[in-house]
């Protein structure tokens, strides 16, 4: 469902974001891509976003090259970035509301509300200004957004920074539950621990090159941490 085959980015002053990359997630997958700042992770995710073009290599939603069939790529898409941008005089209901017409997915009142209670968002505050939400609250409406548009992929850039353990364990519950649906997920991330306890597959990243990819339940937590602190030096 995600694929990226030898994707390169190179930027006009000879840095190289992103090294040859080859990488494949299935449907029922979590792939966790963990590296520092300036990784690659986010070139990654920008990439099946169509935000930027590769150098070389492709990157491939669902067999269709994002650079090629943009368009059609991010009709099977949802994108959750670090901070969530909705309109913040506008109720998560109505940033709902919005985002499902712009994308084709107009839904009914009664619809609206149960995807957002279904993403975890408590009754008394989808009627609530946005301006008022925590972070773990306009990321429930992202989920909410997701599951309206049906999306086959979500792709995901640092989504539990900033996140108190209670939100972020209930952002990892809501992942796992989309997973289990059939969404292949890619997620950037600093967290070792969500990536080991919510991922199928971990990546480990540095200076644009993937060093190492595996299972999650091939590693226990202080094994991951090893590992990542390892090729850190």
């Known amino acids: 469902m995600i694929e990226a085959i030898e994707l390169t980015k190179e930027y006009k002053q000879g840095h190289i974001a992103l090294k040859g990359m080859n990488l494949k997630i299935n449907p029922q997958e979590i792939y966790c891509l963990l590296g520092s700042n ?3 992770k ?14 070389s290599g492709k990157a491939l939603i669902n067999g269709k090259e994002v650079s090629v069939k943009g368009a059609e790529t991010k009709a099977d898409i949802a994108y959750i970035p670090e901070n969530l941008m909705l309109y913040p005089y506008l109720s998560g209901l109505e940033n709902l509301d919005f985002f499902c017409g712009l994308s084709g997915h107009t839904k009914n009142r009664e619809e609206l509300i149960e995807l957002l209670i279904g993403s975890g968002l408590q009754e008394k505050f989808i009627c609530e200004r946005v301006k008022n ?3 773990g609250m306009r990321q429930k409406v ?7 548009k049906e999306a086959k992929v979500l792709l995901l850039d640092e989504p539990t920074s900033g996140l108190d353990p209670k ?5 990892s519950d809501l992942l796992v539950e989309m997973k289990e ?11 070792l621990f969500r990536a080991r306890e919510t991922g ?25 941490e090893h590992i990542y602190l390892k090729h850190m030096h």
Do not use: C, R, W
């Open 181 to 191: 649906k059939g969404l292949a997920i890619l997620m950037a991330t600093h967290d």
């Open 38 to 40: 300036g990784a690659g």
């Open 200 to 224: 199928t597959q971990i990546g480990i990243m540095k200076e644009g090159s993937l060093l190492q990819s595996f299972s999650a339940n091939e590693v226990s937590f202080k094994e991951l």
């Open 42 to 55: 986010s070139t990654t995710i920008n990439l099946f976003l169509d935000f930027i073009k590769p150098t």
């Open 167 to 171: 939100a972020s364990n209930e952002f």
């Open 142 to 148: 992202g989920i909410a957004l997701t599951k309206a």
């Open 133 to 135: 939400y925590s972070k």
